[in-house]
């Protein structure tokens, strides 16, 4: 090897040994700035709940879903702006007297409950259909108004029409039954009855109408023949007789409520007001598009026909209160009904919107809406209770809000488990390796401190850049405590091997900052490209964990550089009590015996992978081949929802939700319409904009995987034909109409809401795959009809779909820009593109082999399909933290080059003298991870798991097997930046101040 490259190897010695030479002449220098930070930063640390949020399914503006989302905020304003939970109750019956006595008594305790701040509305199929039905009052009164104000007015219309058409025969009843009672035969009675009417008539029409009706009662109906029916039998004849006349009686526009009159009024109640108003109403409803029966209970409840919103919002809640859904004056719409109760009737929704995201903090480090969700949960059982003593109502509560709760919660139940176990865990691995309890709780003693200032870094990320995921705290503690473990005790290795090779303490320290420090900041050095890549994803989580890790990780390993060789300093070889002294002593000789014998395991193992190379790599290839193949086919779950624990409300009334109202109705999706022109112009509409409308509709009801589709033209809005005729439609029918285009067009009166009820859960493949077909189908259809300017798509699969592909890009160029970091930094310590580039390629047959792993034990064994996040998780972290054990590795092959050996002794010598550290680091990080286990949030437990996984089969099988045989195949070219082919040179000048390079390793390889 050159002189140069010599000197350029023994440049970080130089650095690291200047290190050592301050921290050995002044120990307690880091130790003090260290504490001082600690001290200034734990005031800090209560604000820690103030800067977590739940970022979990964010999305990027730019993303198609986000700027859907973006425009139906902007077209249909959300009142309230905030989160919202779902109370859901089921039983029996839900629709009867008890169980709406349950969903408003529920209603009005939340409503009423002053502790519940940040509740802005509760809503219910009562409370909406009481909101519909006072606008039906209003317009019932309006058209009853203005029909009495009308000149003549209606019931004045009837009066004069029933004292035509009912007047006379009225008279000729009377006269016939008085004639009767004073002894005249019924048959010989009506002749002189109808003489005695007709003359006291004077009126040609009155007698024009006794003419038309005497025929049939005394010739034709014979209504005299019997008695018992003299009556019924006389209205029929003046309904017959009369009928003909209407025409000449009668201008044309009063000819309507003259048939009505007639048809609706009898000779006995002509003049009784309540038959009256029966008829008036009976004439008023076709023509205005009202329910008649509806019309006369508005009539006789607001006699004076003026109703105020106040009076008619009063009326409503009354009348509401006192009926069921069976038995409400008019039919509940199918919007509403299908909003609340489900087909069945045996389940009803109270929803409960608040003031706030979920999110929000206060200054106190407190979350209202969260603090509201316990007090909800507090208060509505006694409320079942109390209005079902039968007990025949569940009660569940779910929805947006409760859902991102028990995100929260998981993960802080994870991180008040994974904490201890994982220090009692990494504690109990290191004292076992160094066989001395002092040692892993001085090197812990340091870790404390890392992990302190990493939590008062995410405070200060949170409070200067934006809040981050809750998640972060949890994986920010596995990393330092596992990293951080792993970098203070391989240099606390390096320096017990110096110790043994009978260094003094203080060259042991600076030949461990010398070499194993140059390995510690190289590998810190890739774990923050790793994470810090993932700061500039551009998907809100991964930015988030990649800003808390990178820091965190710098933070550990500065601490770790710089505490840890004072605490060697301060201790000296005390630090591995009760190994020291003679202890001490006899165990460095039964080491070196080992090591000069050879006999250890990883000497074995590093002569076997020289003696038979291409076996050796040949073997794992081909183990790899179906691990390979499994990793490229295994399917990512888009359901972030199955990532929650079951067995919590919130999860359990997800589940009865779907059971109750179908999988896709918690989180439904949308599509958005936009028309070059507006879908109604006054009271007029465009038709062939309905067309469109429902024809899009047709197409989404057609696509396999959508159950329902709440749209303006159908069982939702209206049929087709009634918004085509807009103009032509009765008055309260075209309020009617005008009223439902609120919730389905936009205040641009261009853009119209079409929701997509999936089949499948709303977050699910078969959802994403649904919706897919949607868009495809309306983008067939839009491509040949101009009018349609503009489609967008979001709710749950569009959102979920767009993260994951935004997703999937941030990972390749992640993977790229990893990999190209990687490659720079080895290059640079390393000298060699094609170990460089061989290092990396490993890794990523780790994190093949892992994944695969991942995917048969989650998705096939236990039932968990894998979040896509997991597969980018695991491929990046692995980048940075298992790389580490190819630094270890070839750092240690490249010094002992340095030294004098060829490439394949220099193998053997570093899988000897690392292999152990190497074992004891890669488990005490896999614990880390593992500890993730015990947790109950799925996602965190498979990416503790895979990485876990993945850190174990790198330092077990490619840094211990295929490494070492990769290097002997390549042979000495490998050791140039351009790969020409290079002999070992003579050991590099020793660095000032640094002992001279010892023969042999850290003793790692014998403990």
């Known amino acids: ?373 316990n007090r909800i949960d507090a208060l509505v059982p006694g409320v079942v209770t109390a209005l079902d003593p039968s007990g025949g109502i569940s009660y569940v509560q779910t929805g947006p809000a409760p859902l991102d709760l028990l995100t929260q919660t998981s993960v802080n139940s994870s991180i008040a488990l994974v904490l201890p176990l994982t220090v009692g865990l990494l504690l109990a691995i290191a004292m076992l390796y160094f066989r001395s309890p002092l040692t892993p709780v001085l090197t812990f003693a340091a870790l404390g401190i890392a992990l302190v200032l990493g939590l008062g870094g995410t405070v200060l990320i949170g409070t200067l850049v934006g809040h981050v995921d809750t998640t972060s705290i949890t994986l920010e503690e596995v990393f330092v405590l596992g990293v951080g473990t792993d970098y203070s005790i391989f240099l606390v290795a390096r320096y017990r091997e110096e110790l043994i090779h009978g260094r003094s303490s203080d060259e042991a320290i600076a030949a461990s900052l010398s070499w194993a420090g140059q390995s510690v900041a190289t590998s810190g050095s890739t774990a923050i490209i790793a994470t810090l890549a993932l700061a500039f994803s551009g998907v809100a989580l991964l930015e988030q964990w990649g800003r808390v890790l990178s820091l965190a990780i710098l933070v550990t390993m500065l601490v770790s550089l710089t505490m840890v060789p004072a605490f060697l300093k301060l201790l000296g070889p005390r630090i591995f009590w009760p190994t020291h002294g003679e202890r001490f002593e006899r165990h460095a000789r039964r080491v070196g015996s080992r090591l000069e014998n050879e006999s250890t395991y990883f000497y074995r193992v590093g002569r076997a992978t020289q003696r038979r190379p291409r076996t050796v790599v040949a073997v794992i290839l081909l183990v790899s081949i179906p691990l390979v193949a499994v990793a490229l086919t295994a399917p990512l779950s888009y359901d972030f929802y199955a990532q929650l624990p079951g067995g919590h409300a919130a999860t359990q009334g997800l589940a009865e939700l779907g059971l109750q109202f179908g999988n896709g109705f918690a989180v439904p999706s949308f599509a958005l319409v936009t028309f070059a022109s507006p879908l109604v112009v006054g009271n007029a509409t465009n038709s062939s904009e309905f067309a469109d409308v429902a024809a899009l509709t047709g197409v989404a009801n057609a696509t396999p995987g959508i159950v329902a589709v709440p749209s303006l033209v159908g069982p939702y809005g209206a049929p087709l034909a009634e918004w085509q005729n807009l103009s032509r439609l009765p008055a309260a029918t075209q309020a009617n109409l005008l009223g439902v285009l609120p919730g389905f067009v936009g205040t641009d009166g261009r853009t119209v809401l079409i929701d997509l009820v999936p089949f499948s859960t709303g977050l699910s493949g078969g959802a994403v795959t649904a919706v897919q077909a949607v868009e495809s189908g309306f983008a067939a259809y839009a491509a040949s009809h101009p009018g349609i300017v503009a489609t967008a798509y979001g709710g749950g699969a569009p959102v979920i779909h767009d993260l994951s592909a935004q997703t999937a890009t941030a990972t390749l160029f992640l993977i790229l820009a990893v990999t190209i970091g990687l490659v720079v930094v080895l290059l640079a310590v390393l000298r060699s593109a094609i170990i460089a580039l061989m290092a990396v390629a490993t890794i990523g047959l780790s994190i093949t082999w892992a994944w695969a792993v991942s995917y048969l034990v989650f998705d096939l064994v236990l039932g968990f399909p894998l979040f896509f996040y997991v597969q980018t998780l695991l491929i990046i972290l692995v980048l940075g933290l298992g790389i580490d054990y190819n630094i270890f590795l070839l750092t240690r092959v490249r010094e002992e080059r340095l030294k004098g050996r060829a490439s394949g002794d220099a193998a053997v010598e570093a899988v000897a003298r690392t292999g152990g550290i190497i074992t004891a680091a890669a488990i005490i990080l896999a614990s880390a991870f593992a500890a993730l286990l015990v947790g109950s949030f799925t996602l965190i437990r498979a990416i503790g798991f895979s990485v876990a996984v993945a850190v174990i089969l790198d330092a077990m099988i490619v840094r211990t097997y295929l490494v070492p045989a990769s290097l002997q195949l390549l042979g000495e070219r490998v050791w140039s930046v351009f790969g020409r082919r290079r002999t070992p040179g003579m050991p590099p000048p020793t660095a000032p101040g640094a002992p001279p390079p010892a023969d042999a390793g850290d003793g790692s390889g014998a403990p």
């Open 1 to 373: 090897m050159s002189a140069g490259t010599r000197t350029h190897g023994a440049r970080g010695a130089h650095l690291f040994a200047g290190l050592a030479r301050g921290i050995t002449r002044h120990p307690w220098y880091p130790i003090l700035f260290w504490v001082v930070l600690l001290l200034l930063t734990l005031p800090f640390l209560s604000r820690l709940g103030s800067v977590t949020t739940n970022s979990t399914t964010d999305l990027p503006t730019n993303a198609p879903s986000a700027q859907a989302s973006a425009e139906l905020a902007r077209y249909f304003p959300n009142a309230s702006g905030g989160s919202s939970t779902i109370l859901l109750f089921y039983g029996p019956d839900l629709t009867n007297r008890t169980g709406q006595s349950v969903v408003t008594g529920v209603a009005a305790a939340i409503a009423a409950d002053r502790s519940l701040v940040d509740v802005a509305g509760v809503s219910t199929v009562y409370s909406e259909y009481a909101l519909y039905l006072a606008g039906q009052v209003r317009i019932a009164s309006g058209v009853l108004a203005g029909a009495e104000s009308a000149s003549p007015s209606l019931t004045s219309a009837v009066n004069s029409s029933a004292a035509l058409v009912w007047g006379p025969p009225a008279l000729f009843l009377a006269t016939f039954e008085s004639l009767v009672a004073g002894g005249t035969s019924p048959q010989n009675a009506s002749a002189p009855a109808y003489a005695a009417t007709n003359a006291s008539l004077g009126n040609p029409a009155a007698t024009t109408v006794l003419a038309a009706f005497y025929p049939e009662f005394n010739n034709i109906s014979r209504c005299w023949a019997n008695l018992s029916s003299l009556v019924a039998c006389t209205d029929a004849s003046a309904r017959t007789g009369e009928a003909p006349l209407l025409p000449v009686l009668f201008p044309a526009a009063a000819q309507p409520v003259a048939a009505a009159t007639l048809a609706g009024l009898g000779v006995e109640n002509s003049t009784a007001w309540p038959a009256v108003q029966a008829v008036a109403v009976g004439v008023l409803g076709p023509e205005t598009g009202t329910v008649p029966a509806f019309l006369r209970t508005v009539w006789d409840a607001f006699p004076g026909l003026v109703v105020g919103p106040a009076a008619a919002s009063s009326y409503a809640n009354a009348t509401v209160a006192n009926a069921t859904l069976a038995t409400e004056p008019l039919p509940v719409p199918f919007g509403i009904r299908a909003s609340y109760v489900n087909p069945a009737g045996t389940a009803s929704i109270v929803s409960v919107d608040f003031t706030r995201p979920d999110s929000y903090t206060d200054s106190g480090g407190g979350q209202p809406v969260y603090a509201d969700l």
